[in-house]
């Protein structure tokens, strides 16, 4: 039984360019580890195809006409809603939108000493 080649997904370049910055990002911070390796998969798979479902969508319309010619939206719009959802997630994890930065930037200010606290020990 022969063996099935894998096949390797090529990413859009506009892909490349977000999880090139996405890592820069997470470098800079200190944040990045070995194992996000499968979580930075799991985001470009979402983002390209997010991307590439976006790109259909626009250039066919996002209302279109069915066979009876009523007006429904894209056949697609399902598919991107689900992608859309799945992409945000693992933003979120990794600290990509502005929400869950604010929240690791609060928890952050948490850890320092209070003004309150440094005055008090200071007497």
Not at 32 to 43: C, S
Not at 56 to 73: D, H, Q, Y
Not at 85 to 106: A, C, D, H
Request: aromatic share 8%.
């Amino acid at each position: 039984m022969a063996k099935e080649k894998i096949k390797k997904i090529e990413f859009l370049e506009s892909t490349k360019k977000y999880l090139s910055k996405v890592k820069k990002h997470l470098e800079e911070t200190e944040t990045l580890e070995k194992v996000d390796d499968a979580g930075l998969e799991q985001l470009a798979y979402y983002y390209d195809t997010f991307t590439r479902i976006s790109e259909i969508i626009l250039s066919e319309g996002i209302v279109t006409k069915n066979l009876s010619g009523k007006w429904e939206s894209h056949p697609l719009s399902k598919e991107l809603e689900a992608c859309q959802i799945q992409l945000f997630k693992i933003q979120q994890e990794y600290g990509l939108t502005l929400r869950s930065r604010s929240k690791i930037k609060g928890l952050e200010k948490a850890t320092d000493v209070s003004p309150l606290l440094e005055w008090i020990e200071k007497r």
